[in-house]
Protein backbone atom coordinates (compact mmCIF):
# COMPACT_ATOMS: atom_id res chain seq x y z
CA UNK A 1 0.00 0.00 0.00
CA UNK A 2 1.37 3.61 -1.01
CA UNK A 3 1.36 6.50 1.59
CA UNK A 4 -1.40 7.60 -0.79
CA UNK A 5 -3.70 4.84 -0.61
CA UNK A 6 -2.94 5.25 3.11
CA UNK A 7 -4.48 9.03 3.18
CA UNK A 8 -6.95 7.47 1.42
CA UNK A 9 -8.39 4.91 3.52
CA UNK A 10 -7.98 7.11 6.53
CA UNK A 11 -10.11 9.66 4.57
CA UNK A 12 -12.53 6.80 3.88
CA UNK A 13 -12.66 5.91 7.51
CA UNK A 14 -13.31 9.40 8.29
CA UNK A 15 -15.78 10.00 5.88
CA UNK A 16 -17.63 6.87 6.83
CA UNK A 17 -17.61 8.51 10.92
CA UNK A 18 -18.68 12.32 10.03
CA UNK A 19 -21.23 10.62 7.76
CA UNK A 20 -22.60 8.55 11.20
CA UNK A 21 -22.43 11.31 13.06
CA UNK A 22 -24.12 13.19 10.48
CA UNK A 23 -26.97 10.98 10.37
CA UNK A 24 -27.44 10.48 13.94
CA UNK A 25 -27.36 14.12 14.33
CA UNK A 26 -30.23 14.67 11.91
CA UNK A 27 -32.30 11.40 13.11
CA UNK A 28 -31.90 13.27 16.58
CA UNK A 29 -33.40 16.70 15.79
CA UNK A 30 -36.22 15.15 13.57
CA UNK A 31 -36.76 13.27 16.42
CA UNK A 32 -36.91 16.00 18.79
CA UNK A 33 -37.93 15.82 22.28
CA UNK A 34 -39.32 12.01 21.62
CA UNK A 35 -35.65 10.48 22.54
CA UNK A 36 -35.55 11.46 25.91
CA UNK A 37 -39.55 10.98 26.52
CA UNK A 38 -39.27 7.44 24.87
CA UNK A 39 -36.09 6.79 27.24
CA UNK A 40 -37.44 8.29 30.35
CA UNK A 41 -40.48 6.14 30.01
CA UNK A 42 -38.35 2.77 30.39
CA UNK A 43 -39.86 1.11 33.08
CA UNK A 44 -38.80 -1.76 35.10
CA UNK A 45 -40.12 -4.00 32.47
CA UNK A 46 -37.04 -5.26 31.33
CA UNK A 47 -38.56 -6.83 27.90
CA UNK A 48 -40.10 -3.16 27.53
CA UNK A 49 -36.54 -1.43 28.73
CA UNK A 50 -34.86 -3.84 25.83
CA UNK A 51 -37.60 -2.61 23.55
CA UNK A 52 -36.94 1.06 24.77
CA UNK A 53 -32.94 0.64 24.13
CA UNK A 54 -33.36 -0.61 20.69
CA UNK A 55 -36.09 1.63 19.59
CA UNK A 56 -33.62 5.07 20.70
CA UNK A 57 -30.50 2.90 18.53
CA UNK A 58 -32.75 2.39 15.60
CA UNK A 59 -33.68 6.17 15.56
CA UNK A 60 -30.14 7.61 15.83
CA UNK A 61 -27.98 4.48 14.71
CA UNK A 62 -25.31 5.12 17.45
CA UNK A 63 -25.43 2.68 20.52
CA UNK A 64 -22.48 4.92 22.14
CA UNK A 65 -25.19 8.21 21.72
CA UNK A 66 -28.00 6.07 23.22
CA UNK A 67 -25.86 4.42 26.39
CA UNK A 68 -24.46 8.38 27.32
CA UNK A 69 -27.88 9.25 27.57
CA UNK A 70 -28.90 6.56 29.84
CA UNK A 71 -24.90 7.35 31.56
CA UNK A 72 -27.10 10.95 32.08
CA UNK A 73 -30.51 9.50 33.00
CA UNK A 74 -28.64 7.69 35.48
CA UNK A 75 -26.50 9.76 36.74
CA UNK A 76 -29.27 12.50 37.50
CA UNK A 77 -31.69 9.93 38.77
CA UNK A 78 -34.35 9.32 36.45
CA UNK A 79 -33.32 6.38 35.89
CA UNK A 80 -32.25 2.89 38.02
CA UNK A 81 -29.63 0.71 37.15
CA UNK A 82 -31.90 -2.37 36.63
CA UNK A 83 -33.84 0.04 33.74
CA UNK A 84 -30.29 0.63 32.40
CA UNK A 85 -29.27 -2.51 31.70
CA UNK A 86 -32.38 -3.54 29.35
CA UNK A 87 -31.63 0.09 27.50
CA UNK A 88 -28.19 -1.30 27.02
CA UNK A 89 -29.07 -4.74 25.68
CA UNK A 90 -31.82 -3.44 23.26
CA UNK A 91 -28.93 -0.15 21.91
CA UNK A 92 -26.37 -3.59 21.64
CA UNK A 93 -29.17 -5.21 19.15
CA UNK A 94 -30.19 -1.55 17.64
CA UNK A 95 -26.53 -0.75 16.58
CA UNK A 96 -26.21 -3.92 14.18
CA UNK A 97 -28.65 -2.21 11.41
CA UNK A 98 -25.80 -0.38 10.52
CA UNK A 99 -23.83 -3.42 9.13
CA UNK A 100 -26.76 -4.61 7.72
CA UNK A 101 -27.44 -1.29 5.81
CA UNK A 102 -23.41 -1.40 4.56
CA UNK A 103 -24.08 -5.24 3.36
CA UNK A 104 -25.78 -3.38 0.45
CA UNK A 105 -23.19 -2.51 -1.88
CA UNK A 106 -24.80 1.10 -2.47
CA UNK A 107 -21.34 3.13 -3.07
CA UNK A 108 -22.41 3.82 -6.83
CA UNK A 109 -24.91 5.88 -5.48
CA UNK A 110 -23.40 7.71 -2.82
CA UNK A 111 -23.32 10.68 -5.01
CA UNK A 112 -26.63 10.88 -5.51
CA UNK A 113 -27.52 10.14 -2.48
CA UNK A 114 -25.28 13.25 -1.04
CA UNK A 115 -26.52 15.47 -3.85
CA UNK A 116 -30.20 14.85 -2.81
CA UNK A 117 -29.68 15.93 1.02
CA UNK A 118 -27.26 18.64 -0.08
CA UNK A 119 -30.60 20.29 -1.95
CA UNK A 120 -32.74 19.20 0.99
CA UNK A 121 -30.50 21.33 3.40
CA UNK A 122 -29.31 23.52 1.68
CA UNK A 123 -32.35 24.99 -0.16
CA UNK A 124 -35.46 24.45 1.42
CA UNK A 125 -36.52 26.17 4.46
CA UNK A 126 -39.00 23.96 6.52
CA UNK A 127 -36.64 22.42 9.61
CA UNK A 128 -38.10 19.31 9.63
CA UNK A 129 -37.03 18.67 5.93
CA UNK A 130 -33.35 20.21 6.39
CA UNK A 131 -32.93 17.54 8.84
CA UNK A 132 -34.42 14.84 6.56
CA UNK A 133 -31.43 16.31 3.87
CA UNK A 134 -28.97 16.12 6.97
CA UNK A 135 -29.67 12.07 7.55
CA UNK A 136 -29.56 11.31 3.40
CA UNK A 137 -26.38 13.40 3.40
CA UNK A 138 -25.22 11.70 6.23
CA UNK A 139 -26.09 8.25 4.57
CA UNK A 140 -24.55 9.34 1.53
CA UNK A 141 -21.54 10.23 3.16
CA UNK A 142 -21.59 7.07 4.89
CA UNK A 143 -21.72 4.94 1.29
CA UNK A 144 -19.06 7.26 -0.42
CA UNK A 145 -16.59 6.22 2.77
CA UNK A 146 -17.16 2.82 2.64
CA UNK A 147 -16.16 3.01 -0.96
CA UNK A 148 -13.42 4.78 -0.22
CA UNK A 149 -12.30 2.60 1.96
CA UNK A 150 -12.59 -0.50 -0.08
CA UNK A 151 -10.91 1.19 -2.81
CA UNK A 152 -7.92 1.90 -0.48
CA UNK A 153 -8.36 -1.39 1.15
CA UNK A 154 -7.90 -3.43 -2.00
CA UNK A 155 -4.06 -3.41 -2.55
CA UNK A 156 -3.47 -4.66 0.74
CA UNK A 157 -4.98 -7.97 -0.46
CA UNK A 158 -1.68 -8.05 -2.75
CA UNK A 159 0.46 -7.48 0.03
CA UNK A 160 2.19 -10.40 1.83
CA UNK A 161 3.72 -8.53 4.59
CA UNK A 162 -0.18 -7.24 5.88
CA UNK A 163 -1.55 -10.66 4.99
CA UNK A 164 0.60 -12.37 7.22
CA UNK A 165 -0.16 -10.05 9.85
CA UNK A 166 -4.05 -10.69 9.39
CA UNK A 167 -3.31 -14.38 8.85
CA UNK A 168 -1.94 -14.14 12.56
CA UNK A 169 -5.14 -13.49 13.66
CA UNK A 170 -6.53 -17.09 13.01
CA UNK A 171 -5.87 -17.56 16.75
CA UNK A 172 -9.51 -16.88 17.99
CA UNK A 173 -8.07 -14.90 21.44
CA UNK A 174 -5.52 -12.78 19.11
CA UNK A 175 -8.87 -11.92 16.93
CA UNK A 176 -10.95 -10.73 19.75
CA UNK A 177 -8.27 -8.60 21.35
CA UNK A 178 -7.46 -7.41 18.05
CA UNK A 179 -11.19 -6.46 17.52
CA UNK A 180 -10.80 -4.75 21.18
CA UNK A 181 -7.78 -2.79 20.26
CA UNK A 182 -9.04 -1.64 16.83
CA UNK A 183 -12.77 -0.60 18.16
CA UNK A 184 -11.37 0.81 20.89
CA UNK A 185 -8.97 3.17 18.68
CA UNK A 186 -12.00 4.62 16.27
CA UNK A 187 -14.24 4.93 19.26
CA UNK A 188 -17.02 3.09 17.27
CA UNK A 189 -17.83 -0.49 16.93
CA UNK A 190 -20.11 0.27 13.56
CA UNK A 191 -16.76 1.64 11.86
CA UNK A 192 -14.76 -1.31 12.56
CA UNK A 193 -17.43 -3.66 11.45
CA UNK A 194 -17.33 -2.00 8.04
CA UNK A 195 -13.57 -2.35 7.71
CA UNK A 196 -13.53 -5.77 8.66
CA UNK A 197 -16.31 -6.55 6.36
CA UNK A 198 -14.00 -4.49 3.36
CA UNK A 199 -11.29 -6.99 4.68
CA UNK A 200 -12.98 -9.79 4.57
CA UNK A 201 -14.72 -8.87 0.95
CA UNK A 202 -11.12 -8.22 -0.42
CA UNK A 203 -10.41 -11.83 0.92
CA UNK A 204 -8.11 -10.14 3.44
CA UNK A 205 -9.32 -12.00 6.17
CA UNK A 206 -11.67 -15.42 6.16
CA UNK A 207 -14.68 -15.22 7.40
CA UNK A 208 -14.46 -17.25 10.54
CA UNK A 209 -11.90 -14.35 11.60
CA UNK A 210 -14.01 -12.04 11.18
CA UNK A 211 -16.43 -13.59 13.29
CA UNK A 212 -14.00 -13.28 16.66
CA UNK A 213 -13.11 -9.72 15.54
CA UNK A 214 -17.14 -9.20 15.41
CA UNK A 215 -16.69 -10.34 19.20
CA UNK A 216 -14.05 -8.14 20.25
CA UNK A 217 -15.44 -5.12 18.87
CA UNK A 218 -18.86 -5.65 20.80
CA UNK A 219 -16.41 -5.01 24.19
CA UNK A 220 -14.25 -2.28 22.65
CA UNK A 221 -17.38 -0.26 21.39
CA UNK A 222 -18.00 0.44 25.31
CA UNK A 223 -14.50 2.88 25.88
CA UNK A 224 -16.68 5.98 25.00
CA UNK A 225 -19.05 5.35 27.54
CA UNK A 226 -16.20 4.27 29.95
CA UNK A 227 -14.63 7.99 29.07
CA UNK A 228 -17.89 9.62 29.25
CA UNK A 229 -18.80 8.15 32.67
CA UNK A 230 -15.12 9.41 34.07
CA UNK A 231 -17.39 12.79 35.15
CA UNK A 232 -20.44 10.95 36.25
CA UNK A 233 -21.43 9.97 39.81
CA UNK A 234 -20.68 6.50 41.01
CA UNK A 235 -24.04 4.96 39.14
CA UNK A 236 -23.23 6.67 35.93
CA UNK A 237 -19.78 5.19 36.03
CA UNK A 238 -22.20 1.68 37.10
CA UNK A 239 -23.98 2.15 33.84
CA UNK A 240 -20.67 2.04 32.34
CA UNK A 241 -19.48 -1.04 34.23
CA UNK A 242 -22.71 -2.82 33.52
CA UNK A 243 -22.23 -2.19 29.89
CA UNK A 244 -18.59 -3.70 29.58
CA UNK A 245 -19.59 -6.50 31.94
CA UNK A 246 -22.90 -7.42 29.66
CA UNK A 247 -19.91 -7.77 26.82
CA UNK A 248 -17.64 -9.43 28.18
CA UNK A 249 -20.18 -12.09 28.98
CA UNK A 250 -21.32 -11.69 25.75
CA UNK A 251 -18.10 -12.43 24.34
CA UNK A 252 -17.70 -15.21 26.81
CA UNK A 253 -20.98 -17.00 25.68
CA UNK A 254 -20.32 -16.59 21.86
CA UNK A 255 -16.98 -17.15 21.81
CA UNK A 256 -17.32 -20.59 23.64
CA UNK A 257 -20.61 -21.20 21.69
CA UNK A 258 -18.79 -21.16 18.43
CA UNK A 259 -15.60 -22.89 19.25
CA UNK A 260 -17.94 -25.40 20.37
CA UNK A 261 -20.28 -25.54 17.74
CA UNK A 262 -18.85 -24.36 14.35
CA UNK A 263 -22.24 -25.57 12.86
CA UNK A 264 -23.70 -22.60 14.00
CA UNK A 265 -21.19 -20.38 12.03
CA UNK A 266 -22.07 -22.70 9.31
CA UNK A 267 -25.94 -22.33 9.51
CA UNK A 268 -24.87 -18.28 9.66
CA UNK A 269 -23.15 -18.74 6.07
CA UNK A 270 -26.10 -20.58 4.39
CA UNK A 271 -28.55 -17.36 4.64
CA UNK A 272 -26.30 -15.51 2.29
CA UNK A 273 -24.11 -17.73 1.22
CA UNK A 274 -22.40 -15.84 -1.75
CA UNK A 275 -22.18 -12.41 0.07
CA UNK A 276 -19.29 -12.43 2.64
CA UNK A 277 -20.38 -8.99 4.20
CA UNK A 278 -23.84 -10.78 4.59
CA UNK A 279 -22.61 -12.90 6.34
CA UNK A 280 -20.66 -10.71 8.98
CA UNK A 281 -24.03 -8.39 8.92
CA UNK A 282 -25.66 -11.30 10.12
CA UNK A 283 -23.34 -12.87 12.25
CA UNK A 284 -23.27 -9.36 14.21
CA UNK A 285 -27.50 -9.29 14.83
CA UNK A 286 -27.53 -12.72 15.75
CA UNK A 287 -24.92 -12.78 17.97
CA UNK A 288 -26.30 -9.51 19.57
CA UNK A 289 -29.55 -10.73 19.88
CA UNK A 290 -28.88 -14.38 21.35
CA UNK A 291 -26.49 -12.40 23.83
CA UNK A 292 -29.63 -10.64 24.89
CA UNK A 293 -32.11 -13.68 25.04
CA UNK A 294 -29.26 -15.38 26.96
CA UNK A 295 -28.53 -12.60 29.48
CA UNK A 296 -31.55 -10.55 30.13
CA UNK A 297 -33.39 -12.84 32.66
CA UNK A 298 -29.95 -12.41 34.76
CA UNK A 299 -29.99 -8.81 34.20
CA UNK A 300 -30.07 -8.40 38.16
CA UNK A 301 -27.23 -10.30 38.53
CA UNK A 302 -25.56 -8.18 36.26
CA UNK A 303 -26.47 -4.73 38.04
CA UNK A 304 -25.43 -7.01 41.45
CA UNK A 305 -22.04 -7.51 39.63
CA UNK A 306 -21.69 -3.88 38.81
CA UNK A 307 -22.20 -2.83 42.31
CA UNK A 308 -19.66 -5.28 43.65
CA UNK A 309 -17.43 -4.05 41.33
CA UNK A 310 -17.61 0.01 42.45
CA UNK A 311 -19.32 -0.73 46.09
CA UNK A 312 -22.02 1.81 47.74
CA UNK A 313 -20.34 4.41 49.94
CA UNK A 314 -21.97 5.44 53.38
CA UNK A 315 -23.30 9.03 51.45
CA UNK A 316 -24.74 7.37 48.76
CA UNK A 317 -26.52 4.52 51.30
CA UNK A 318 -27.92 8.38 53.39
CA UNK A 319 -28.80 9.36 49.88
CA UNK A 320 -31.00 6.79 48.69
CA UNK A 321 -32.82 6.77 52.47
CA UNK A 322 -33.30 10.60 52.16
CA UNK A 323 -34.57 10.30 48.51
CA UNK A 324 -37.69 7.81 49.88
CA UNK A 325 -41.26 9.03 51.39
CA UNK A 326 -41.88 7.29 54.66
CA UNK A 327 -45.45 8.70 55.83
CA UNK A 328 -47.09 8.94 52.32
CA UNK A 329 -46.31 6.24 50.10
CA UNK A 330 -50.24 4.89 50.34
CA UNK A 331 -53.12 6.73 51.03
CA UNK A 332 -55.74 3.70 50.00
CA UNK A 333 -58.05 3.16 52.86
CA UNK A 334 -56.96 6.13 55.20
CA UNK A 335 -59.32 8.54 55.97
CA UNK A 336 -58.38 11.98 54.70
CA UNK A 337 -57.45 13.78 58.16
CA UNK A 338 -55.07 10.78 58.61
CA UNK A 339 -53.40 11.56 55.23
CA UNK A 340 -52.83 15.50 55.75
CA UNK A 341 -51.07 14.72 58.98
CA UNK A 342 -48.97 12.06 57.47
CA UNK A 343 -48.29 14.86 54.65
CA UNK A 344 -47.56 16.99 56.89
CA UNK A 345 -44.59 14.72 58.61
CA UNK A 346 -43.40 14.41 55.31
CA UNK A 347 -43.11 18.04 54.97
CA UNK A 348 -41.34 18.35 58.57
CA UNK A 349 -38.92 15.99 56.97
CA UNK A 350 -38.30 18.57 54.24
CA UNK A 351 -37.70 21.56 56.64
CA UNK A 352 -35.06 19.63 57.62
CA UNK A 353 -33.29 19.26 54.64
CA UNK A 354 -34.07 22.32 53.26
CA UNK A 355 -32.43 24.18 56.29
CA UNK A 356 -29.39 21.86 56.03
CA UNK A 357 -28.80 22.69 53.08
CA UNK A 358 -29.00 26.93 53.42
CA UNK A 359 -26.60 26.05 56.67
CA UNK A 360 -24.15 24.18 54.51
CA UNK A 361 -24.19 26.57 51.41
CA UNK A 362 -23.70 29.34 53.92
CA UNK A 363 -20.67 27.42 55.47
CA UNK A 364 -19.85 26.90 51.99
CA UNK A 365 -19.23 30.91 50.68
CA UNK A 366 -18.04 32.04 54.04
CA UNK A 367 -15.31 28.78 54.21
CA UNK A 368 -14.89 28.82 50.26
CA UNK A 369 -15.12 25.20 50.59
CA UNK A 370 -15.85 23.61 47.59
CA UNK A 371 -16.28 19.71 49.09
CA UNK A 372 -19.54 21.55 50.28
CA UNK A 373 -20.37 22.76 46.73
CA UNK A 374 -21.27 19.05 45.79
CA UNK A 375 -23.48 18.54 49.80
CA UNK A 376 -25.23 21.72 48.59
CA UNK A 377 -26.18 20.15 45.01
CA UNK A 378 -27.05 16.24 46.72
CA UNK A 379 -29.04 17.85 49.24
CA UNK A 380 -31.11 20.04 46.60
CA UNK A 381 -31.69 16.80 44.71
CA UNK A 382 -33.02 15.37 48.28
CA UNK A 383 -35.39 18.37 48.47
CA UNK A 384 -36.77 18.26 44.61
CA UNK A 385 -37.30 14.41 44.83
CA UNK A 386 -39.29 15.38 47.69
CA UNK A 387 -40.92 18.55 46.22
CA UNK A 388 -42.04 16.54 43.58
CA UNK A 389 -43.35 13.36 45.01
CA UNK A 390 -45.03 15.36 48.06
CA UNK A 391 -46.69 17.74 45.41
CA UNK A 392 -47.69 14.83 43.58
CA UNK A 393 -49.43 12.65 46.48
CA UNK A 394 -51.28 15.72 47.80
CA UNK A 395 -52.09 16.76 44.41
CA UNK A 396 -54.03 13.11 44.36
CA UNK A 397 -55.76 13.68 47.51
CA UNK A 398 -57.39 16.31 46.05
CA UNK A 399 -59.38 13.78 44.64
CA UNK A 400 -60.63 12.53 47.21
CA UNK A 401 -63.78 13.64 49.50
CA UNK A 402 -62.23 16.51 51.42
CA UNK A 403 -64.55 19.40 54.07
CA UNK A 404 -63.67 22.27 53.48
CA UNK A 405 -61.24 22.61 56.30
CA UNK A 406 -59.38 19.79 54.99
CA UNK A 407 -59.25 21.17 51.80
CA UNK A 408 -57.74 24.46 53.15
CA UNK A 409 -54.66 22.31 55.00
CA UNK A 410 -53.89 20.86 52.01
CA UNK A 411 -53.86 23.91 49.81
CA UNK A 412 -51.29 25.45 52.68
CA UNK A 413 -49.16 22.17 52.77
CA UNK A 414 -48.47 22.60 48.62
CA UNK A 415 -47.92 25.94 49.45
CA UNK A 416 -45.63 25.08 52.48
CA UNK A 417 -43.69 22.35 50.00
CA UNK A 418 -43.06 25.25 47.26
CA UNK A 419 -41.66 27.63 49.85
CA UNK A 420 -39.19 24.89 51.21
CA UNK A 421 -38.14 23.91 47.60
CA UNK A 422 -37.24 27.67 46.85
CA UNK A 423 -35.57 27.89 50.12
CA UNK A 424 -33.24 24.98 49.39
CA UNK A 425 -32.82 26.41 45.67
CA UNK A 426 -31.31 29.95 47.24
CA UNK A 427 -29.29 28.13 49.21
CA UNK A 428 -28.06 26.54 45.24
CA UNK A 429 -27.24 30.19 44.33
CA UNK A 430 -24.97 30.95 47.70
CA UNK A 431 -22.64 28.24 46.63
CA UNK A 432 -22.89 29.49 42.51
CA UNK A 433 -21.81 32.80 43.99
CA UNK A 434 -18.80 31.10 45.77
CA UNK A 435 -17.91 29.41 42.60
CA UNK A 436 -18.02 32.38 40.28
CA UNK A 437 -15.98 34.51 42.26
CA UNK A 438 -13.20 32.37 42.54
CA UNK A 439 -13.68 32.03 39.04
CA UNK A 440 -13.23 35.73 38.38
CA UNK A 441 -11.31 36.30 41.53
CA UNK A 442 -13.95 38.88 42.55
CA UNK A 443 -13.87 39.94 46.18
CA UNK A 444 -16.23 41.71 48.74
CA UNK A 445 -14.45 44.13 51.27
CA UNK A 446 -14.01 43.19 55.44
CA UNK A 447 -16.88 45.62 56.12
CA UNK A 448 -19.09 43.64 53.67
CA UNK A 449 -18.37 40.42 54.45
CA UNK A 450 -18.99 41.32 58.36
CA UNK A 451 -22.42 42.50 57.34
CA UNK A 452 -23.33 39.48 55.09
CA UNK A 453 -22.22 37.09 58.19
CA UNK A 454 -24.75 39.28 60.52
CA UNK A 455 -27.48 38.81 57.88
CA UNK A 456 -26.84 34.96 57.51
CA UNK A 457 -26.71 34.44 61.21
CA UNK A 458 -29.92 36.66 61.58
CA UNK A 459 -31.80 34.27 58.61
CA UNK A 460 -30.31 31.27 59.72
CA UNK A 461 -32.25 31.87 62.82
CA UNK A 462 -35.63 33.24 61.64
CA UNK A 463 -35.53 30.31 59.45
CA UNK A 464 -34.52 27.86 62.27
CA UNK A 465 -37.30 29.32 64.37
CA UNK A 466 -39.74 29.36 61.73
CA UNK A 467 -39.53 25.81 60.66
CA UNK A 468 -39.51 24.95 64.38
CA UNK A 469 -43.12 26.53 65.14
CA UNK A 470 -44.05 24.53 62.03
CA UNK A 471 -42.65 21.47 62.64
CA UNK A 472 -44.26 21.63 66.54
CA UNK A 473 -47.50 23.43 65.92
CA UNK A 474 -45.96 25.88 69.21
CA UNK A 475 -47.98 28.65 67.48
CA UNK A 476 -47.47 30.82 70.88
CA UNK A 477 -43.60 31.53 69.08
CA UNK A 478 -45.09 33.17 66.11
CA UNK A 479 -44.80 36.69 67.40
CA UNK A 480 -40.82 35.86 68.43
CA UNK A 481 -40.91 34.27 64.82
CA UNK A 482 -41.74 37.37 63.26
CA UNK A 483 -39.78 39.59 65.38
CA UNK A 484 -36.56 37.72 63.91
CA UNK A 485 -37.84 37.86 60.25
CA UNK A 486 -38.38 41.32 61.09
CA UNK A 487 -34.77 41.79 61.82
CA UNK A 488 -33.87 40.19 58.92
CA UNK A 489 -35.82 42.61 57.07
CA UNK A 490 -34.50 45.34 58.86
CA UNK A 491 -30.87 43.99 57.93
CA UNK A 492 -31.40 44.37 54.25
CA UNK A 493 -32.12 47.52 54.41
CA UNK A 494 -29.11 48.19 56.16
CA UNK A 495 -26.65 46.01 54.49
CA UNK A 496 -28.31 48.15 51.28
CA UNK A 497 -27.93 51.12 52.23
CA UNK A 498 -23.98 50.23 53.71
CA UNK A 499 -23.11 48.50 49.78
CA UNK A 500 -24.14 52.06 48.42
CA UNK A 501 -22.02 54.14 50.30
CA UNK A 502 -18.76 51.72 50.19
CA UNK A 503 -19.83 51.70 45.98
CA UNK A 504 -19.99 55.70 46.44
CA UNK A 505 -16.35 55.73 48.13
CA UNK A 506 -15.04 52.77 45.93
CA UNK A 507 -14.52 50.79 48.22
CA UNK A 508 -16.19 47.97 46.60
CA UNK A 509 -14.72 45.66 43.59
CA UNK A 510 -17.67 46.05 41.34
CA UNK A 511 -18.42 41.98 40.54
CA UNK A 512 -18.03 41.43 44.29
CA UNK A 513 -20.81 43.93 44.71
CA UNK A 514 -23.07 42.25 42.50
CA UNK A 515 -22.57 39.33 44.60
CA UNK A 516 -23.32 41.06 47.92
CA UNK A 517 -26.39 42.74 46.78
CA UNK A 518 -27.46 39.29 45.40
CA UNK A 519 -26.84 36.98 48.75
CA UNK A 520 -28.71 39.44 50.72
CA UNK A 521 -31.99 39.64 48.65
CA UNK A 522 -31.63 35.63 49.17
CA UNK A 523 -31.07 35.35 52.91
CA UNK A 524 -33.89 37.73 53.30
CA UNK A 525 -36.20 35.57 50.70
CA UNK A 526 -35.50 32.44 52.57
CA UNK A 527 -36.36 34.21 55.55
CA UNK A 528 -39.98 35.25 53.98
CA UNK A 529 -40.35 31.70 52.70
CA UNK A 530 -39.71 30.21 56.42
CA UNK A 531 -42.30 32.55 58.04
CA UNK A 532 -44.81 31.42 55.13
CA UNK A 533 -44.50 28.12 56.30
CA UNK A 534 -44.38 29.00 59.98
CA UNK A 535 -47.68 30.70 59.86
CA UNK A 536 -49.79 28.51 57.27
CA UNK A 537 -51.62 26.22 59.55
CA UNK A 538 -51.57 28.73 62.56
CA UNK A 539 -55.45 29.91 61.30
CA UNK A 540 -53.42 33.48 61.55
CA UNK A 541 -51.83 35.89 59.26
CA UNK A 542 -48.74 38.02 59.96
CA UNK A 543 -51.09 41.24 60.45
CA UNK A 544 -52.51 39.53 64.12
CA UNK A 545 -49.62 38.57 65.56
Same mark, same amino acid.
Given at each position: MSLLEFFSLLGGVGMFLYGMSLMSSGLRNAAGENLRVILEKATSNRIMAVMVGLLVTLMIQSSSATDMMVIGFVNSGLMTLAQAIGV &????? &???? %???QLTAFNLSAYAPLILFVGAVMFLFLKKTFVRDVGTIIMGFGMLF?? &??????? &????SQTQAFINLMRGLDNPLLAILFGVAFTALLQSSSSSIVIFQAFAVQGIIEYHTAVYLVIGAAIGSVTPNLLASLTANRNGKRTAILNLVFNLIRALILGTLVTVFPQILTAIQSLSPDSVGRQIANTHTIFAITAVLIELPFSHLIVKLAQTILPQLPEETRKQENQQLIYINNFEGIPAAVALANAKLEIVRMCSFALENLRTSVECFFEKDYAKVQQVEE?? $?? %???? $?? !?? #???? %???????? !??? $?? $??? #?KLLLDVSDLERISDHAVNLTEYMVKMQERKGSISPAGMADLKKMADAALASIELSLEVFSTGDFSRLKEAEDLEQRVDELEEYCIASHVERLMNQECEPYGGVVYSDIVTDLERCADHAINVAFSLSGKDENDV
Open positions: &IMGAN &IGTT %VTAQG &IGIMKTA &IAPLGE $DT %VDFL $DH !NI #TEAL %VRLRSYRL !NSR $DR $DRL #T
